[in-house]
């Protein structure tokens, strides 16, 4: 199915990036919301049919519903993310796709690059303010989706990351917490990073860590999933082996994976 510049495999559980030819294998949160969306394509999907295990006997959160169509929407770009749309109080839909008008502007090209820049910024900043307003309305719903804390941490060059935690429980948080400040102190001697947003939340029998970063390379949009499990008592997600290994300061010259999964243990 046709989703913008993406084309979704359903069968094998891809999302295809057709402009760049980048494979976001999905995990089973954004692959189980991207399924419900399409199959009920042009209606609202009400929260509790996303929470819910559909086929089999498995739950999610609703934090994990929001924070997938979060990670899908980045995918898609901002000139699609709107395909997905938010309905207040109720659920999510997906809307019909609509394939880019062709125009035929006789302009010299030199003239045409500064005019998509200019409509891009447009765009971005009316996205940027709807984004505000869904934000305050959420704020007064039943059962609003808040992260527990966000901090910026500052680089060497003063760019700033956010580092952003999740969890349903404002109380129980120290390992959150402290795995959290593992990667702050790792941020502090990049001196430049590609990512700009780290989440942070940890599964309900806090056996996995899952760790989301957003960033912006050369213009695109990129994402990074990571989950991280521990059995061990006291458990340690986050370590200096993980992180030498992570490279959270790479500047990443080659092409960034959207999709990455790491075990430990």
């Not at 199915?1 to 891809?14: A, E, H, N, S, V």
């Not at 045409?112 to 940027?128: F, G």
């Not at 760019?159 to 999740?166: G, P, W």
Request: with cysteine.
């Amino acid at each position: 199915m046709q989703l913008g510049q993406c084309r979704f495999d359903i069968g094998k559980g891809d999302l295809i990036n057709q402009d760049t030819d980048v494979v976001w294998h999905l995990p089973r949160a954004e692959l189980h919301v991207l399924s419900l969306l399409v199959e009920y394509q042009g209606n609202v999907v009400a929260k509790s049919l996303l929470e819910s295990g559909h086929e089999d006997d498995s739950h999610l959160s609703s934090a994990s519903v929001a924070r997938a169509i979060f990670t899908l929407r980045s995918f898609l770009g901002p000139q699609y993310e709107s395909l997905i749309e938010t309905v207040k109080g109720q659920g999510y839909m997906l809307r019909a796709h609509r394939a880019r008008k062709e125009t035929n502007n006789k302009w010299p090209a030199q003239f045409i690059r500064p005019q998509q820049i200019i409509l891009m910024s447009i765009v971005l900043v009316s996205l940027l303010l709807a984004g505000f307003w869904w934000f305050n309305q959420q704020r007064h719903t039943d059962n609003p989706v808040l992260p527990l804390s966000v901090e910026t941490v500052t680089l060497k060059s003063e760019q700033q990351v956010d580092v952003i935690l999740y969890s349903l429980s404002n109380t129980n948080n120290e390992l959150l917490i402290e795995q959290a400040q593992q990667l702050v102190q790792s941020l502090q001697l990049c001196p430049v990073t590609i990512w700009s947003r780290v989440f942070l939340s940890l599964s309900h029998d806090k056996q996995v860590l899952n760790i989301t970063l957003r960033g912006d390379h050369y213009g695109q949009s990129l994402i990074r999933n990571l989950k991280i499990s521990d059995l061990r008592q006291p458990k340690q997600f986050v370590t200096l082996q993980w992180l030498a290994q992570l490279n959270i300061c790479s500047t990443s010259n080659g092409r960034v994976s959207p999709s990455n999964q790491l075990q430990g243990g």
